[in-house]
C-alpha cells in the first residue's frame, strides 16, 4: 500500500526514470544505437577495402586490354603466348618451376 502511495503521488519522476531508461537502453543497444554503429563503421571499411582491391584489378585489366587493343605491344602478346600456350624458339631451352 505505501508503495502504490508514493508511486501515486510521484508520477511525474516515476515516468522520467523510466523514459530515461528506454533513451539509455535505445541508445547503446537499438538500430540506431552504439553497437550498431560500430558494426556499420567496421562493414564500410570492408567495402571499402574491397573496392580498393577491385579498382587495383580493374586499372590493371585496361592496362592488359590498351596493350593488346589499339596499338598492339609485341613485346607483351610474345610474353603471353610464351607464359600461356609454353612456347619457346629452337634454341631456347624452358625450364618448368613448380
Do not use: P, W
Request: proline share 0%; charged share 35%; net charge positive.
Amino acid at each position: 500500500m505505501r508503495l502504490f502511495n508514493f508511486l501515486t503521488k510521484k508520477k511525474l519522476l516515476l515516468l522520467n526514470i523510466l523514459l530515461t531508461l528506454y533513451i539509455a537502453t535505445n541508445m547503446i543497444g537499438g538500430e540506431r544505437g552504439l553497437v550498431s554503429y560500430y558494426e556499420k563503421e567496421k562493414k564500410q571499411k570492408n567495402l571499402i577495402e574491397k573496392k580498393n582491391i577491385l579498382s587495383e584489378k580493374l586499372n590493371e585489366f585496361e592496362k592488359k586490354n590498351k596493350l593488346l587493343s589499339t596499338n598492339l605491344n609485341l613485346d607483351y602478346v610474345e610474353s603471353l603466348y610464351r607464359e600461356k600456350l609454353k612456347f619457346g624458339k629452337k634454341e631456347e631451352i624452358i625450364i618448368k618451376l613448380k
